[in-house]
């Protein structure tokens, strides 16, 4: 009852504040009052449903707990977040999104690829991660390249639908023009169908950011060194050291967040003209 | 002896089979144009002025006769960078700027940089846009995005120019102007021209073949050969000629009409 | 028949066969009891799943159970089925291990995680060898669900367990006299695995206290069976598991070695396992498993009653 | 004929390379037990030995194939070493959690372009839900789903909600806002209604971002079952099928689950293709 | 007395910020329209015809000045569904037939189906695109979509019409015949219509008042009563009031664009 009254009183205050008009400057500056006031909302049940009910510690910490536990063990997170985050995901994420779109390009650019790739480069991407993780391991040993590959793995398919789906996305004028320019397949590619492809290009790296992320902690599970955020996390549960565990968390979503953060803002720059970027 | 044409077709057909019945958007279409040419098709909407255009530059298949360019097939033509073509709709590519929009097919073709600058800036003065090269397409008007498709095709010097409705969208004072500069790049490059328009006038002024066409099937009715001289000032329009000639025209498109 | 849900710590095998005797043969019907047999996995904590109220019984090893309990979980030994610990480093004999005390050092070794390295670490701690990865101290990886690190010599030794991991990596092609094996037990270092837990709380319920009663003895019965019946024990937890990954040989084989390590017990604690068990844990370097002596963390209520 | 030529080529071109990679990545264990065993090893006994390993590092094609059809066809569908049972276990959590979460994603989508406060606090979270590591939670969400009584097909849903609703939210909150604006301003001269312009423009113009979603949704469920399957006691479904090889080195038994997982995402994946066809077809939207 | 005008314009102006400096599409235009006038915009290319036309219905906010539609702000009459627009290009939507885009207001403005269905056959009678209702917008010529667009606006009874362009790609002769299929709608149903046009003898033909603009920036430069009575046979293109009248629009067009 009083979690849902505090609920509404700052969903409330959300609804108002992101429709007040503000100018340009300010706008900023309101999203992210709003979403922090959202996720404070969150927060504030949360630590009430704990207390409140009793939720053992071993089951969900508080997060006033939680938080403490973060910043004692910052260090050791932050050198858990390099060795997941930077290494393992970011290296496998740059990989995989380049390996797609060199592949879709290769699919687009010949029909007998486009037939024969694409139904076997589905099915080869749709093999699950937690299924290839310990292969992989096994292969390209303990270490961040493992989890690396993992990654690659788990990226493609989602950049490559995508962009398959981005370079087929233009009109028949475009193409037309192109035609009568008599431009060459390499210049209608550079000119037309990438910059066309953008916004759906885009779709596939901003959902795989997340999925990178994942990709390189779950790969953890399957071994790993005595570092990184799966480790750590899955030792911490071991160790009934809930706290640890999401504090770990906390890290990956702000990291993770991030690095979506940051690829939303360089689609904004490189699809301004899309209308859903002209708003 | 006439010069070998630089366009000709013989009973060129064309079909789109759609879910329902076929339709005949081309029908035993003939019609040769000699280098140096100015051919205006005009027409009721839907008698297949587009659809022949789009055949001479290649991008349709004619499902019936023969028709080369220069002797060659219409794709060849295409592939040698023939055409310069001016759509119907202006089809700007919205993350390129109007500058950018018109460098584009020189970026293609090779141009030096230099080279399409002074080019784009040339075309740009042209169509009266000389201060809007910075902008995106959705920032400019109906009629200024389709100049902006004018000087795109003008930018670069196809041999062949095919232009469909180019001025559909512009008042009656830029129209003079262009029909003019039109007219003089015509006179100075000796280009092949064919180029669809609703305007009687604009049609007589311009052409030294008018073609009339005519709906279901799309087929050509009436071949206007111009009595008017090479050199035309706008004045002409008052002439004798000039009115008899537009009058032929009409007579033949309120035929075309009769049928429906 | 009175509801029970026991956790077990890993998944349907051999290593569990007394309780699935036990629930085969109708010992816990003759108990009145109804047990529910949850197995468990990677990343089932047992514990975690005691205290969410997912069980009422778990399987779980001593070291992680006192762990958990120094973190405020209030867990309770009720009954210790095995004796002896099975628990060992193998390593390939071309990696040059002899001895442990010296030749250790710079080399990977595996370790399970997952509350499940404590004994590891204390063992490394009698040694003085450091476990961070520098020149002084051993390499520690992960070691994930099988023996394959050892094989692509991703590590210099893994850890095994008797009955288990040692015959996969015989049955991978190794001979025993390719490897070095060092057990826990010769090393001193031996901590109770497999013990029966639950939460206090529970205990303080007549009602509860008895169900356990009857829960333990019929369990030790089974166990017993299970013993004396190797082929028999294998076929029943084939039976039971629902991967259907299991192979007969490897079960039976598991059940024999499986034995050797109940065969000491009557279900009772020794305190005296316990209290080494908690030495080994307390002393030795610098970053003990526990850092006191626990209070409380067994009782033989249950199996004083149950083994009357 | 012109559709599976292209397929076989393709297919017949990675077996071989498959097969290469066999023997080389297998070699160096034959080399290594025959050196243990004190022998030399000639290419032919290479070749015949690296084919045929009970657990090598990469299994050949034949064995995978072998493994396959063991589980498909050599077991009554109803056996607990079928793969058609575990598949289909498998398979009704993953529909389960995909319906589940392309709603959600949807109705989120739907709500994030209508309400702005919707827009700025709910997307930064859905993206932070997606970072958070669901194998690290899913097993509390199994222990948490099992202390308020429920088991089963749900909890492993759920997880796999949780991983498809993304792709599905992003996809859709980008194709609900491509309508242009000569398309929306049309909408907005008859002054129709939010749902109207939704039922109308904005749901029509999604259409292909909402199925390269869906496509990618899907396998997302499919993998996010698969992980639940993990910790959810590993007895049923392909996950437990894939962590119990994994667990007793059967690395054949691994293949053929992967396999058999890889096939159903596929086939999944391939329906939603289908639906998308049929879809744009009806629209008139295919040319 | 002047009965109270429908639309009523008061030193409206629009500015866009765009990246470089800003457009002044509209300065200070002030302007009344009476009920059942019929105004035509015309004026160079980018001089704020679509502009004005756009504020008019709401879609566009003034950043200056005060605009009134029947007494109300453009964006409630929008809302009261006073306006039916027809746009410069013909934006059908791809996924639904001719017919299906026509009877698109009308399901959203609730009309029930069988009235849908008759209103449907009706305006694409009146377009001339009866037989085209099945097919899709691409497999129809740039007129044909224009027409269909046409009849989009015109299937249900908005009392202010706003048509951008409407006939900018038709023939002479399809042309003359949809002027006077509107008059004759105008004339019948006295609606109040906005009309923007290159072409100076259709202002004049159709309008009860005409408005010349000029760009840089957007203004009204003459605005010209027409002294054609409310009957107009075609014939009256001869008359000399239409001759006199065209004359001044011409005079006006030509002195905006003197300007550049
Ligand atoms: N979204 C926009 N952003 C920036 N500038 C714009 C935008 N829309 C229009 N403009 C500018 O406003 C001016 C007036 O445009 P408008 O479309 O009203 O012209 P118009 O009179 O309709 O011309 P046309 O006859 O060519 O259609 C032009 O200079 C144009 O560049
Ligand atoms: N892709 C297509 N599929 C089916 N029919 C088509 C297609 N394109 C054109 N048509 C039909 O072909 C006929 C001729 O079309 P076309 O575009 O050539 O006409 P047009 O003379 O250019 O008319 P307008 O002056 O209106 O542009 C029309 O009836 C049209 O419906
Ligand atoms: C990934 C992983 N590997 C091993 C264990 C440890 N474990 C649990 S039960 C048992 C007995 C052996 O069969 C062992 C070794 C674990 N928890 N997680
Ligand atoms: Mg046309
Ligand atoms: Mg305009």
Redesign the pocket.
């Known amino acids: 009852m009083g979690l849902a009254l505090v609920w509404l009183g700052l969903w409330g205050a959300n609804a108002r504040l992101a429709n007040l008009a503000v100018t340009a400057e300010w706008e900023r500056l309101r999203r992210f009052a709003v979403a922090a006031i959202f996720g404070l909302t969150l927060l504030t049940v949360w630590e009430m449903a704990v207390t409140v009910f009793a939720v053992p510690q071993v089951i969900l910490p508080a997060p006033s707990a939680i938080g403490a536990r973060f910043v004692a063990a910052l260090p050791m997170i932050l050198g858990d977040l390099w060795q997941t985050l930077v290494k393992g995901a970011l290296s496998g994420w740059l990989i995989g999104a380049a390996a797609a779109v060199l592949t879709a390009i290769a699919i687009d650019r010949s029909p007998f690829l486009q037939r024969g790739l694409l139904p076997i480069g589905n099915f080869v991407a749709a093999l699950p991660i937690v299924g290839i993780a310990p292969i992989l391991v096994m292969w390209f040993g303990f270490d961040w390249q493992s989890k690396a590959a993992v990654v690659v793995v788990m990226v493609f398919f989602p950049i490559l639908v995508n962009m398959v789906a981005g370079l087929a996305a233009t009109d028949a004028l475009q193409r037309d023009q192109m035609a009568t320019w008599s431009a060459g397949y390499w210049q209608s590619l550079l000119k037309l169908r990438l910059p066309a492809a953008m916004p759906l290009l885009f779709n596939g790296l901003k959902i795989t950011t997340t999925l990178a992320l994942i990709g390189a902690i779950v790969a953890e599970?399957?071994g790993s060194p005595t570092r990184g955020m799966g480790f750590r996390i899955?030792t911490a549960v071991?160790q009934m050291d809930l706290a640890l565990v999401w504090a770990e968390i906390l890290m990956a979503a702000i990291a993770g967040s991030l690095f979506y953060g940051i690829v939303a803002l360089i689609e904004r720059r490189a699809t301004f003209w899309h209308p859903s970027q002209r708003g | 002896m006439m010069p070998s044409p630089v366009i000709s077709a013989r009973d060129v057909s064309l079909t789109f089979p759609t879910a329902d019945a076929p339709v005949h958007a081309l029908k035993d279409v003939s019609l040769d144009i000699g280098p140096g040419d100015f051919v205006s098709f005009i027409g009721p909407s839907g008698c297949g002025k587009t659809t022949f255009l789009r055949c001479i530059a290649g991008l349709e298949s004619p499902t019936g006769g023969t028709l080369t360019v220069n002797g060659m097939t219409p794709d060849q033509a295409r592939r040698a960078r023939a055409y310069g073509y001016v759509f119907q709709a202006p089809g700007l590519y919205p993350w390129r700027t109007i500058a950018g929009n018109i460098a584009l097919p020189l970026e293609i073709m090779g141009f030096s940089r230099p080279d399409r600058a002074e080019r784009v800036a040339r075309v740009l003065d042209l169509v009266e846009l000389g201060q809007f090269g910075g902008k995106y397409p959705w920032q400019l008007s109906g009629g200024m995005q389709q100049r902006a498709s004018i000087a795109r095709a003008l930018a670069f010097d196809a041999d062949i120019l095919l232009m469909d409705e180019p001025f559909g969208a512009l008042d009656e004072i830029v129209r003079d102007r262009l029909n003019e500069a039109l007219l003089a790049l015509w006179a100075k490059t000796g280009k092949t021209i064919g180029f669809v328009t609703h305007s009687i006038p604009e049609a007589v002024y311009l052409s030294t073949k008018i073609v009339v066409m005519s709906p279901r099937p799309g087929r050509i009715t009436d071949v206007i050969d111009s009595p008017l001289p090479r050199q035309r000032p706008l004045e002409i329009r008052d002439s004798a000629a000039f009115i008899e000639t537009a009058h032929r025209v009409r007579e033949g498109l309120r035929a075309g009409h009769s049928y429906d | 028949a009175d509801p029970l849900t026991l956790q077990?710590?890993?998944?349907t095998?051999a290593?569990f066969a007394g309780y699935y005797v036990a629930k085969d043969k109708g010992f816990y019907d003759e108990e009145n009891l109804d047990v529910t047999i949850k197995p468990?996995?990677?990343?089932?904590a047992p514990t975690q799943v005691l205290a969410g109220g997912g069980a009422d019984v778990t399987v779980e090893?001593m070291p992680a159970a006192l762990a958990a309990r120094e973190k405020g979980l209030p867990i309770v030994n009720i009954a210790q089925p095995f004796k002896s610990s099975?628990?060992m480093l193998t390593c390939l004999k071309e990696s040059g291990i002899t001895d442990p005390k010296t030749d250790f050092k710079g080399k990977t070794l595996g370790v399970?995680?997952?509350?499940?390295e404590y004994p590891f670490l204390s063992w490394m701690n009698h040694l003085g060898l450091k476990t961070d990865g520098g020149p002084e101290g051993v390499t520690v990886l992960?070691?994930?669900?099988?023996v394959d690190p050892l094989l692509q010599k991703q590590a210099a030794c893994i850890?095994?367990?008797t009955?288990?991991?040692y015959g996969q990596v015989l049955d991978a092609g190794l001979k025993p006299e390719d490897l070095v094996t060092f057990k826990y037990e010769d090393q001193g270092v031996a901590t109770l695995?497999?013990g029966l837990y639950t939460l206090e709380e529970k205990l303080k319920d007549p009602a509860m206290e008895d169900k356990l009663v009857r829960f333990v003895r019929a369990s030790m019965k089974g166990w017993k069976y299970a013993e004396e019946h190797p082929e028999e024990a294998a076929a029943i937890v084939l039976e039971n598991d629902e991967t259907g990954a299991q192979t007969e040989a490897h079960q039976v084989r598991?059940m024999q070695e499986v034995a050797k390590l109940t065969a000491g017990s009557n279900g009772a604690l020794d305190p005296a396992d316990a209290e080494r068990t908690v030495q080994t844990l307390l002393s030795g370097g610098s970053d003990p498993v526990i850092s006191k002596a626990p209070e409380g963390a067994w009782t033989s209520a249950i199996t004083d009653k149950a083994l009357k | 004929m012109s559709r599976v030529l292209p397929v076989l080529s393709v297919l017949a071109a990675i077996v071989a390379l498959w097969y290469l990679a066999a023997v080389g990545m297998n070699a160096a264990w034959v080399r290594d037990q025959a050196a243990r065993a004190g022998e030399t090893v000639t290419a032919g006994r290479l070749l015949r030995e690296t084919m045929v390993l009970e657990r090598p590092v990469l299994p050949a094609p034949h064995q995978v194939a072998a493994g396959l059809w063991e589980g498909v066809a050599g077991q009554k569908i109803t056996s607990k070493r079928s793969l058609v049972w575990h598949g289909w276990i498998t398979l009704g959590a993953t529909l389960a959690g995909f319906a589940i979460g392309a709603a959600a994603g949807m109705i989120l989508a739907v709500g994030i372009v209508h309400n702005r406060a919707m827009d700025m606090s709910i997307m930064p979270w859905a993206v932070a839900s997606q970072t958070v590591p669901i194998l690290a939670i899913a097993p509390m969400v199994i222990v948490v789903f099992a202390s308020a009584g429920v088991t089963g097909l749900l909890p492993k849903a759920f997880i796999a909600a949780w991983l498809s609703f993304f792709p599905v939210l992003v996809g859709m909150v980008k194709g609900l806002r491509a309508p242009d604006a000569m398309q929306m301003d049309l909408m907005r001269s008859w002054n129709a209604s939010s749902g109207q312009v939704l039922r109308h423009l904005r749901l029509p113009v999604s259409l292909p971002y909402l199925f390269a979603s869906l496509k990618v949704a899907v396998a997302a469920a499919l993998v996010g079952t698969i992980v639940g399957e993990l910790p959810a006691g590993a007895t049923q479904g392909l996950g437990a099928r894939l962590l119990s090889g994994s667990?007793y080195g059967q690395t054949i038994q691994i293949w053929a689950a992967l396999f058999a997982a890889a096939i159903l995402a596929a086939a999944l994946v391939w329906l939603i293709g289908l639906a998308e066809r049929i879809t744009l077809r009806r629209m008139g939207l295919s040319r």
């Open positions: 599970f399957f899955s071991g | 077990l710590k890993w998944v095998q290593q468990g996995g990677p990343d089932i090893w099975g628990m399970w995680f997952f509350g499940n992960k070691q994930g669900f099988n850890s095994t367990m009955y288990n991991e695995e497999d598991m | 667990y």
